[in-house]
């Protein structure tokens, strides 16, 4: 069993910066993949970005790409998201997850089926 606890979330304006912070216990193990969700009222739960805890490559959805940075702190057990250059079609609730299996290495991440355990959610607002 696995334990996520996100932070970072806020109300931001337009071109504006935040990092959410997902901490995971008791621990990640090496094969784990974290990831990033995030869901807006009325709309479906979408991928934003993922990274596989070993080798730490990353992947994004096009939207967040050039914008949005995953990456994780092994001392930690901690991944993030940097969000830069915030839009207000940003705003949603924010989900870490994690897969605990090790899939082999050409399956995508960006399924959410495949993540096991999730965090609470935390909001993020950006305003025009």
């Known amino acids: 069993q696995v334990q996520l606890v996100e932070s970072g979330g806020g109300l931001v304006q337009a071109g504006g910066s935040l990092r959410l912070s997902c901490a995971a216990s008791p621990r990640t193990f090496r094969s784990y993949v974290m990831g990033w969700f995030r869901q807006a009222p009325g709309k479906e739960r979408e991928f934003v970005a993922a990274i596989r805890w070993s080798a730490g490559s990353t992947s994004y959805a096009d939207s967040v790409k050039g914008r949005f940075t995953i990456s994780r702190d092994n001392a930690k057990n901690t991944v993030y998201l940097q969000m830069n250059s915030l839009r207000p079609e940003d705003t949603a609730v924010y989900y870490c997850?994690?897969?605990?299996?090790?899939?082999?290495?050409?399956?995508?991440?960006?399924?959410?089926?495949?993540?096991?355990?999730w965090g609470q959610g935390t909001q993020v607002t950006v305003s025009s």
């Open positions: 997850a994690a897969d605990p299996f090790n899939r082999p290495l050409s399956r995508s991440t960006t399924h959410m089926g495949d993540y096991a355990y």
